[in-house]
């Protein structure tokens, strides 16, 4: 099956500070990126929707300004936690998939455990 | 408005079948999808059914019937390593997943 790859896996950062995570898709084109969020014991939370080249299309109650979604490129999207604070502590995975109809399958990344301080 | 709907958690044997059933109701349908996630690990495939009918792959099979809006996740022979959470997520019209809220299955030996 198709690779995902995110880094970092994790990351320790003090409140105030903005993280950078990555996705890349290392063998296919993916046309769109989905940025998640999931807490202890909970399901996926969708956050976002990328298309390679548009702006991010957000789920409601996710802050835009927050939460900075680039898909600059068919393998590699970002997602940029400003300004981090303790409740932005989370499991952050991100998924890519190809055309639509051409591949309907999302593959997920490893996902990054991120800890504000 | 969108609902998936499946147990939150069930436990069974090792050894013995276990039947992870999943209803949903959405604005269209393009497929169905199972994951299984491992905890403080991303989902990973499991299958995809598009079309009525039950599809087979080594110990695990998925289940699909469009008109009842109904899926299962049958798993085989089980094995501890299958102790994991397991969802169930809609391709709606517009091309995006709706996922449960996951069944956490325990193993026990």
């Known amino acids: 099956g198709a690779v995902v790859s995110q880094h970092p896996s994790r990351v320790i950062c003090k409140s105030g500070t903005s993280v950078k995570i990555e996705c890349r898709s290392l063998?296919?084109?993916?046309?769109?990126m989905f940025w998640y969020r999931q807490f202890p014991k909970k399901s996926l939370m969708l956050m976002a929707t990328?298309?390679?080249?548009?702006?991010?299309?957000?789920e409601q109650g996710v802050e835009k300004d927050k939460f900075l979604i680039n898909h600059a490129s068919l393998t590699l999207s970002t997602l940029t936690v400003t300004s981090a604070h303790p409740e932005d502590s989370s499991f952050y995975i991100c998924?890519?998939?190809?055309?639509?109809?051409?591949?309907?399958?999302?593959?997920f990344g490893p996902g990054t455990r991120l800890t504000v301080l | 408005g969108q609902n998936i709907d499946q147990p939150t958690e069930m436990t069974a044997t090792e050894g013995a079948i276990v039947q992870i059933n999943c209803t949903y109701q959405t604005s269209g349908f393009n497929g169905l999808f199972w994951y299984q996630q491992h905890a403080g690990e991303a989902p990973t495939f499991l299958s995809y059914n598009v079309l009525d009918g039950l599809e087979e792959k080594g110990r695990f099979s998925s289940f699909l019937s469009r008109s009842k809006g109904y899926s299962y996740l049958l798993l085989k022979e089980l094995q501890m390593k299958d102790s994991a959470s397991y969802l169930c997520?809609?391709?709606?019209?517009?091309?995006?997943?709706?996922w449960g809220a996951g069944t956490k299955l325990i193993i026990k030996p």
């Open positions: 998924s890519a998939r190809g055309p639509v109809g051409d591949m309907n399958e999302q593959f």
């Open positions: 063998d296919f084109q993916a046309t769109t």
């Open positions: 990328s298309n390679e080249g548009s702006k991010a299309t957000y």
């Open positions: 997520a809609v391709l709606d019209s517009n091309y995006q997943l709706i």
